[in-house]
């Protein structure tokens, strides 16, 4: 239904696209396709400006240079070229020019010389996200269905940060006293993989193949 969509900001949304264009967010196809479409962008950048310390991950890119003011000729330059050639806009309030030494915020970890970090904002979703997993058990035993969201949920925050260096990070959140994860969810699941994942215990699992058998 249409009325889902209320609240959305218009900027979110395609039926609010002055262009008629767009790709819907969260699909995989919309991941795919704007990374062929960015693809221009790439070889500007490689072939055109020659600059060597480019990365981009589907529309976030970062640039490294030695010169303070280069860097920041480059905004005019790169605007120009994604309003031209792609009817791309850089957001005006997510640019950022910092030195490595401070470290780069970049697709929800914070680049340090020869470290990566967790940045803030992930951690706190991680919490949000434990929060409500807890809110589930306050009163009644998880369904099947919640058990699996809890997995979904967890387990797709510490994928992300199982590549940086944050296994201490990561054990403090889930058995931190009062903002952890509820001791009743471990009498359905456990920590594995250098607590990098959340496994439903095997009894639950033999019964899930029942009931689905």
Known sequence: MRSNWNGLPNNKSLFHSPLNCGLPIGNL???????????????????ELNLKY???YVDDFVIVHTN?????????????FLRSNLQLTLHPKKMHLQHYKKGVKFIGAVTLP??????????????TAISKQNQIVQNQKPTKTEQEALLSSL?????????YQSFNIRKK?????????????????????GMAKFVLKKSLRRKANVEFH
């Open 54 to 56: 480019y990365g981009r």
């Open 155 to 163: 387990n797709s925050y510490l994928g992300i940060m199982k590549h």
């Open 114 to 127: 020869n470290r990566i970090y967790i940045a803030n904002r992930t951690r706190g979703n991680f919490f």
């Open 29 to 47: 196809t919309s991941q795919l396709f704007a990374n062929f479409y960015m693809n221009t962008l790439y070889h500007y950048v490689k072939s």
């Open 68 to 80: 303070k003011e280069y860097l920041k000729s480059l905004i005019h330059q790169l605007s120009n």
């Open 173 to 193: 959140m889930i058995f931190k006293n009062k903002t952890g994860l509820s001791g009743w969810w471990f009498n359905y699941l456990y920590f594995s993989d």
